[in-house]
């Protein structure tokens, strides 16, 4: 089986609600066609990147080739966890988590987004708690960074409600404009304090290379 090689292919989190998981090529095509679907009011811009500024057979392609590209890219230094969230048996949406040199740092990155048929119904805050158990339950992470637009008030929720406190600010430009984007990290000790979603995780044992870990 190809997880024989790839363990991470096997590595599933699971919540009361939701399964993530890297997502097989149906998964991903169910992914693009949530992205065609919507992800934000297209009048806003939450990404540094604007990929969903695309006609939909472009976005649903660039969906698919991302995911395809991350796993193809992965190395134990500097490895990006695309996970899949599926919610009643279907794909809404998408979680990751990054780290480089995590062995050392012990410091992740997350970002995520769900389609907007899914919004507004604690999925994004379910999905982001899933992730975080696995880095700081079960891969010892000290902190957990994520970048927030300003004005994006639900990032800025979901943030909030797990433990997130701003810690700085830098100046990006999106579709020419200049966008103020906000740090927010979560440490270990808030983390603690804010975790209320309880989380499964399977298949993680011999993933711990992947991420830089002994075994």
Request: glycine share 8%; proline share 6%; net charge negative.
């Amino acid at each position: 089986m190809i997880t024989e090689y790839f363990p991470t292919l096997g590595l599933r989190l699971t919540t009361p609600r939701l399964e993530l998981r890297i997502p097989d090529l149906d998964d991903m095509a169910s992914l693009a066609k949530v992205a065609t679907e919507g992800i934000h009011d297209p009048d806003t811009m939450p990404f540094v990147e604007p990929w969903t500024d695309q006609p939909p057979d472009r976005l649903a392609l660039g969906v698919i080739q991302h995911n395809l590209g991350v796993l193809a890219s992965w190395k134990p230094e500097d490895w990006g966890l695309n996970l899949v969230v599926v919610h009643e048996g279907a794909v809404v949406g998408i979680q990751d988590m990054r780290g480089r040199n995590f062995a050392v740092t012990r410091q992740v990155s997350t970002g995520s987004w769900l389609g907007r048929a899914h919004q507004g119904r604690g999925i994004g805050t379910e999905m982001r708690a899933a992730v975080l158990h696995l880095a700081f339950a079960e891969l010892g992470a000290v902190a957990a960074l994520s970048p927030v637009f300003e004005g994006n008030t639900a990032s800025e929720r979901v943030a909030e409600r797990l433990g997130y406190q701003r810690d700085a600010v830098d100046l990006v430009e999106v579709r020419g404009r200049r966008v103020a984007a906000h740090r927010y990290r979560l440490t270990r000790e808030a983390w603690e304090e804010h975790r209320s979603v309880p989380v499964t995780v399977t298949g993680l044992e011999p993933c711990l290379p992947f991420f830089g870990l002994e075994d």
